[in-house]
């Protein structure tokens, strides 16, 4: 069983929808989770980074985590296609450590 | 902040040569850097986790003699492909973490390296 894993789509969204993607993870003793945002032949952006349960907002961005189920969940509201790219999530007991990433998952935002 | 630089962003060499891979931290000092490299539509294969001034820890199956890594000085770790072939082609990402805060990583934006 992966540490983290993704459903890598791809996905497909009107403008303006709200897109939610989402990640388990089985390692209980996992700290951070984080949300990386990755375009065609670029490197990873970070987007949203979470210290144990609970909300985080950012924008038109929303990350969720739920430890008691191993969930975690990034919610784009009024999608624009400009957010068109893969989403990665990652987990790591600290963030000096290494991060255990999912497959990504592909989102299409159409005009 | 917490800018990171990757360069070359593209090579393309002959097989047998070696290839030299920067990642810069440009407003922070990075104790550790990592590298990854990721095939396409695959996620980030972690390679191994670069230490200033100790010797890179290489994750199981990736050959050290293949892929030098240096981490000389806290803002700069180079990644080596050593008589490079055309299985070597991939795209090669690095990520630091700040030294001083309490970040993440943050990822270069990748080289890409073809072999002929």
């Known amino acids: 069983q992966k540490e983290v894993e993704q459903d890598p789509g791809p996905l497909s969204v009107p403008e303006g929808a709200i897109v939610s993607l989402n990640c388990t993870y089985s390692?209980?003793?996992?700290?951070?989770f984080m949300w990386y945002r990755q375009y065609s032949r670029k490197g990873p952006e970070l987007l949203m980074y979470t210290y144990s349960s609970g909300n985080k907002e950012d924008g038109r961005f929303t990350a969720q985590v739920d430890k008691s189920s191993k969930y975690i969940s990034l919610f784009i509201r009024d999608s624009q296609p400009s957010d068109s790219a893969t989403y990665l999530c990652a987990s790591s007991f600290q963030t000096g450590n290494q991060f255990y990433f999912g497959t990504g998952t592909s989102l299409t935002v159409i005009p | 902040g917490a800018v990171v630089s990757q360069h070359p962003s593209w090579v393309i060499c002959k097989s047998g040569t070696s290839v030299k891979i920067e990642c810069r931290s440009l407003d922070f000092q990075a104790t550790t850097m990592f590298w990854y490299r990721q095939f396409p539509k695959q996620s980030l294969m972690l390679m191994a986790t670069?230490?200033?001034?100790?010797?890179?820890?290489?994750e199981q199956g990736v050959e050290k003699d293949k892929f030098l890594i240096n981490h000389a000085s806290l803002t700069l770790s180079t990644l080596t492909v050593t008589s490079a072939h055309p299985e070597d082609s991939s795209f090669y990402i690095c990520s630091a973490i700040p030294g001083t805060l309490d970040q993440p990583q943050h990822f270069g934006d990748g080289t890409r390296l073809s072999i002929l």
């Open positions: 670069s230490n200033e001034g100790s010797k890179a820890t290489y």
């Open positions: 390692n209980s003793a996992f700290q951070y």
